[in-house]
């Protein structure tokens, strides 16, 4: 499967950003999803996931401000980012996993960036 994320820029902090994340092939309905996250000079890091049936699970430090869905019949996951923060900066990356096994396919990363 391949990935493209969409959807980063520059906000204010407080503001809201969604992301986008498309995929390719007819198989997306039986992926797990997620979003990492890397910052300049920090290793990535878990953002959240969800599952092929669409629970959803998130890193403490975005619960609550984060949201993550998805939509099958667009082969598309989408995590709105509200109430962000400067240290929400980060490229953005969406991955997907078949069955319970690593993220093993990877967008290419998108730049979201939070002003104080």
């Known amino acids: 499967v391949q990935l493209q994320a969409s959807g980063g820029g520059l906000v204010q902090a407080g503001g809201s950003l969604r992301l986008s994340c498309a995929a390719s092939g007819r198989t997306f309905g039986t992926y797990g999803m997620g979003w990492f996250r890397q910052a300049p000079g920090k290793e990535r890091e878990f953002v959240g996931r969800?599952?092929?049936?669409?629970?959803?699970y998130y890193a403490d430090s975005v619960k609550g401000r984060f949201t993550i869905s998805r939509d099958n019949a667009k082969s598309t996951m989408y995590l709105q980012m509200n109430n962000l923060k400067p240290e929400d900066t980060a490229v953005y990356y969406c991955?997907?996993?078949?069955?319970?096994?690593?993220?093993?396919?990877w967008g290419q990363g998108t730049q979201v960036t939070v002003s104080s």
């Open positions: 969800v599952t092929w049936g669409g629970n959803t």
């Open positions: 991955a997907a996993r078949s069955g319970s096994s690593s993220f093993e396919y």
